[in-house]
């Protein structure tokens, strides 16, 4: 009896070796992708019936497509000047959001680690802090445009300082709740101030601080956006500034969707980066 | 030599917060032998943990020294290696990196070979040989336990420190935790400080069970010398009259001598307590005649 319940466990992945992969894929199609398209495909719809009738002052779906075929089908092409395609417009705020972001996870995390390991710091710094991450980003460009003098700057000094404040002060709260039996085993192997800081200190805080640079990559693509409208040139916040002028609502639309799925992108790509670094520890 | 190996000296311990003072400890004398095992027990709060940090070296005593091997500890090190009492072992390093952090920073003179092969050997003492690449995360209480303890003899204290090594853990895993540490102890001979509340595995493990006095400004009350055959086999000693006696030696410490400053000042706040009720049962007569 035993053997030949045996004889057959061992047969069956044999046969069937692709049978649990296939089960499997299916569940993984009508548990996370079947959702999000019904859904996808019912606002569709609805859009299209609230747009379509005469008096309607948006467009529905089926002309947005039409309109902007020509933009979806060339995301590259170059006639000059402004007049690129979309790939370049969303690069060209890519650009300036990296290096925005670049300089505010340097400067953030850095000061997020002043601030968490020296009280005196927090004491003068916090207050500074808890008053200008309140001002709207928007709020920082003419002051940086009279600083810099030029826009590409400005909009990533723009960048830079609204993403800046979630990085410190997560950063700052991770290195302020790193147990005390963590500095213990450092103090008792006698490690020194740049081995702490890389053994024990950053991986420690590692999951508060990404979760402070999620927060900040998503608000510099909020920035940016607006950022461009005003300074104008490449980008694709200056796209929808332009395409607003020109009156051609499907452009809008069509670049809306866009800096959505760009946006959510850089989430769940710092997101997974943060994962990977963090190896799934995040507190235990 | 072999005597006064580690040494306390008229340790006094007061924390200052908020501008009022509490005596913790107030002078603790003590001297250990070398391979010598001994046990601290006390009521909670008594001081323990903080007499264990100060020879540590995490704490700074208010007044005293403690000397080990003829050198003043005044920081923590290597040569005194810490169990915690939660483990403490880093979450984001597997049970081999957790060990290799304090092998690779106490053991910089060896090879790289021969440092992975001390790594290896810690943690098959410990039987532990099986989860290298595990995370703290994925293994039980027990065996982070038993990894923290690998930790701190891969560093080859002078003094091995247990903080509660086993209070975390159920009764069962504590059982055979005790019976490795005493077996480890046999095979390395090291010296050991451990603190507890646990009567039985003080005498179980213990050549000497310092017992101290309730806080504030707790103190040496006694000390007893266990003076039982080692291997020790705690099935054999259940039954064994010399074993029950140390027991109730420290049992009477715990819950008669010291028991009574704790009821003294029970039934001082009972009087307070009766006072108060006459009190008040005076001013509701005063109040009923108006």
Known sequence: ?284 | MSNRYLSIENVDMTFYAKGTQSQVLKGIDLTVDRGEYISIIGHSGCGKSTLLNIVAGLTESTSGAVILDGKEVNSPGPDRSVVFQNHSLLPWLTVYENVALAVNKTCRTKSKAERHAWIVKNLEMVGMGHALDKRPAEISGGMKQRVGIARALAMEPKVLLLDEPFGALDALTRAHLQEEVMRIQDELGNTVIMITHDVDEAVLLSDRIVMLTNGPSARIGEILDIDLPRPRDRIALADDPRYNHYRQEVLRFLYEKQRKVESLAQRRGAVGEKEKDEKEKAKEKRMAKA
């Open chain 1, 1 to 284: 009896m035993s053997s030949v319940q045996r004889s057959n466990t061992l047969a069956k992945p044999a046969a069937l070796a692709w049978a649990p992969d296939f089960i499997a894929l299916q569940q993984v199609v009508v548990q996370r992708v079947l959702p999000p398209v019904v859904i996808l495909a019912l606002l569709g719809i609805l859009w299209e019936l609230l747009c379509s009738s005469p008096g309607a002052v948006l467009p529905p779906p089926s002309q947005v497509l039409r309109d902007t075929w020509e933009l979806i089908a060339n995301p590259f092409y170059d006639h000059g000047g402004n007049d690129v395609g979309m790939a370049w417009q969303i690069l060209a705020s890519l650009e300036r959001v990296a290096y925005g972001y670049s300089l505010a996870v340097v400067a953030g995390i850095a000061l997020g680690v002043l601030v968490g390991q020296s009280t005196w710091a927090m004491r003068g710094l916090d207050p500074v802090f808890q008053v200008l991450r309140t001002v709207p980003p928007l709020a920082w460009l003419p002051i940086s445009l009279a600083g810099f003098q030029d826009s590409t700057p400005s909009a990533i000094f723009v960048i830079f300082i609204t993403a800046i404040w979630p990085i410190i002060i997560n950063t700052s709260v991770g290195i302020r709740n790193i147990p005390e039996d963590y500095r213990n085993v450092a103090r008792v192997l006698r490690l020194n101030g740049m081995e702490y800081f890389t053994r024990i200190m950053l991986p420690a805080a590692a999951p508060y601080i990404f979760s402070g640079l999620r927060i900040g990559v998503g608000l510099s693509w909020l920035a940016i956006v607006a950022a461009e409208m005003l300074i104008g040139g490449v980008g694709i916040g200056f796209f929808i500034w332009d395409a607003w002028n020109a009156s051609m609502i499907s452009d809008i639309i069509l670049a809306l969707v866009y800096v959505g799925i760009v946006g959510f992108v850089l989430d769940r790509l710092v997101a997974f980066i943060g994962n990977r670094v963090t190896r799934g520890t995040a507190q235990g």
